[in-house]
């Protein structure tokens, strides 16, 4: 089966920069995606990473570690409109769907 | 490119009654997806169509729910018999038939409440 952990909250200001941490229990898995869900809205994909390392695109990046069971998101230059619910996603091996974390509310403020 | 749009937004009924909700994906996509979330949870997989084929269908499904992609454009999901239970955001994705089903438009969802 799988399991993914993420935390519920995490709090910074504006123009930080902060890290949403995704660690999973799976027995295999092509790769971790990361989605962004404001408050009412619909969850838009942000990014995916196949192999290990790390993948940028803008203000976010995205790191993937096999060996460590482990990924994460790293958003900078926080704005306020970054405030959300972010959830690390797999696609389990032998699968075309995906199986999501429960999210992790990131609060930015002034 | 209109984007996935579900219909109704909202959906208020008495335990015991049927519902059907609606689900119009990206025209150029033929993978179709159904999701339900609860407040505080991620998404959790339903049920998924390549093109009219109904390919994967999550172990937790109760047989009260049916879904349905009859010509490969858009999609239906019936639950019949509701329970309090069933009351969630469901969400309906689409993609291309390319990668392993990473990247998925995701509609605004219907909002069912069971009374």
């Known amino acids: 089966g799988q399991s993914l952990e993420q935390p519920s909250e995490v709090t910074a200001v504006e123009g930080a920069i902060v890290q949403i941490n995704c660690t999973y229990q799976?027995?295999?898995?092509?790769?971790l995606s990361w989605y962004q869900q404001h408050d009412g809205g619909a969850p838009t994909f942000l990014s995916y990473?196949?192999?290990?390392g790390l993948e940028e695109t803008g203000r976010f990046s995205s790191f993937l570690s096999r060996s460590d069971s482990y990924g994460y998101l790293l958003l900078q230059e926080l704005q306020m409109k970054d405030s959300a619910s972010y959830f690390c996603?797999?696609?389990?091996?032998?699968?075309?769907?995906?199986?999501f974390g429960k999210g992790t509310m990131l609060l930015v403020s002034p | 490119d209109t984007g996935v749009s579900q219909d109704p937004r909202h959906k208020i009924t008495k335990r015991g009654q049927n519902v059907t909700f609606r689900c119009d994906p990206i025209?150029?996509?033929?993978?179709l997806y159904w999701y339900r979330q609860t407040l505080g949870q991620g998404p959790e997989f339903l049920t998924y169509?390549?093109?009219?084929?109904?390919?994967?269908k999550s172990r937790l499904l109760s047989d009260r729910f049916s879904a349905e992609r009859p010509k490969g454009s858009f999609s239906t999901l019936e639950i019949q018999r509701t329970e309090q239970g069933d009351s969630a955001m469901y969400l309906c994705?689409?993609?291309?038939?390319?990668?392993?089903?990473?990247?998925?438009?995701f509609g605004s969802g219907t909002q069912l409440s069971v009374l």
């Open positions: 169509f390549q093109n009219e084929a109904q390919l994967e």
């Open positions: 799976t027995s295999g898995f092509y790769g």
């Open positions: 990473n196949a192999l290990d």
């Open positions: 025209s150029e996509h033929n993978r």
């Open positions: 994705a689409s993609s291309l038939a390319e990668g392993f089903g990473e990247k998925l438009f």
């Open positions: 996603a797999v696609t389990p091996q032998g699968y075309s769907t995906l199986t």
